[in-house]
Nanobody, 119 residues
Framework: QEQVVESGGGLVQAGGSLRLSCVVSRDIFSATAMAWYRQAPGKSRALVAA???????????YIADSVKGRFTISRDAAKNTMYLEMNSLQPEDTGVYYC?????????WGQGTQVTVAS
């Protein structure tokens, strides 16, 4: 059974940085999609960044406008890990960050990691 485990969250001051990690139990490059979502207090889960593989169109990367220029998504195949590098953090970046990975038609979620940005 596929597993997805996030880590790296914490409390940081505004303007600070964090790097989130998402370790998966299968070959990371065999996934058809991998993504980071954020759920802010009282709000629904929102897509922050993602890799998607579109077959003929190849791979694409998505970064939400709200974090563009501050957040970077990357992967390490040797570690089966996806990262979210977050810089210039703001209080509005506070929330639980979830990693998801999709192999075939099966979507697997991690348990989430809390990020709190203090003003």
């Amino acid at each position: 059974q596929e597993q997805v485990v996030e880590s790296g969250g914490g409390l940081v001051q505004a303007g600070g940085s964090l790097r989130l990690s998402c370790v998966v139990s299968r070959d990371i490059f065999s996934a058809t999609a991998m993504a980071w979502y954020r759920q802010a207090p009282g709000k629904s889960r929102a897509l922050v960044a993602a890799y998607t593989y579109g077959g003929v169109t190849g791979e694409s990367t998505y970064i939400a406008d709200s974090v563009k220029g501050r957040f970077t998504i990357s992967r390490d195949a040797a570690k089966n890990t996806m990262y979210l590098e977050m810089n210039s953090l703001q209080p509005e970046d506070t929330g639980v960050y979830y990693c998801s990975a999709k192999w075939g038609s099966k979507l697997t979620w991690g348990q989430g990691t809390q990020v709190t940005v203090a003003s």
